[in-house]
């Protein structure tokens, strides 16, 4: 048995020269008595899944410097300051980084959302709009929406698809005020449509 296996290790060095750590895994994952196949499938697992490991701390030493470099410049601008409290450090805001946080905060209250819950369904939902020109922006962002929930535009203000109008998009419509610009309608086939609008908050 212990020349079979000294016959085996050597064989799996034959070809190149190998890490110790990683000929010792494989030969205890192979199991003693292992053929030189067993333990070149292990020798293959454990050098993949170390260069996956060793890929994974590279990124996290890469995604460490630049939280670093992000912190440091929030600094430089006196947005957060850092203090020391025994071996731990702690960042706060300065009274410029409240001001700026609520300047972020209403900005991002003003974004409006394009992705919405997807409710297929095997009727086909024809939605079609005619916005103002004074209402552009909220226009654009209708049609990303649409794209998002997969409608396919067959006119810029006609969209169809095989997805329900979630109630979440229903309610933002009528707090922007462009319900009354919008139609939905529903057809088991193309060339028969239900004429009655479908577009409800209930």
């Known amino acids: 048995m212990r020349g079979k296996i000294i016959f085996e290790i050597l064989r799996s060095l034959s070809d190149l020269a190998v890490e110790m750590s990683e000929l010792t895994t494989a030969v205890i994952c192979a199991g003693y008595g292992a053929s030189y196949p067993e333990i070149s499938f292990w020798l293959r697992k454990i050098r993949k899944e170390r260069i996956k490991e060793k890929e ?13 470099k992000m912190i440091s410049a929030l600094k430089q601008d006196d947005l957060i300051i850092e203090r020391r409290v025994g071996n731990k450090r702690f960042v706060s805001l300065t009274p410029k980084g409240q001001k700026r946080l609520s300047l972020l905060a209403q900005r991002n209250a003003n974004r409006l959302e394009t992705i919405y819950e997807k409710q297929p369904t095997d009727k086909w939902i024809i939605v079609s709009f005619d916005i103002p020109e004074q209402h552009k922006r909220k226009r654009v962002w209708l049609r990303n929406v649409l794209k998002n ?13 095989h997805n ?11 707090k922007m005020e462009l ?15 239900n004429i009655e609008n479908k577009l409800s908050a209930n």
């Open 179 to 193: 319900i009354k610009y919008i139609e939905v309608f529903e057809a088991t086939k193309i060339g028969s449509l």
């Open 149 to 161: 929930l997969s409608f396919e535009m067959k006119h810029k203000s006609v969209w169809v698809g």
């Open 164 to 174: 329900k109008i979630p109630k979440g998009l229903i309610n933002d419509l009528h």
């Open 56 to 68: 994974f701390n590279e990124k996290q030493k890469s995604e460490k410097r630049r939280f670093k």
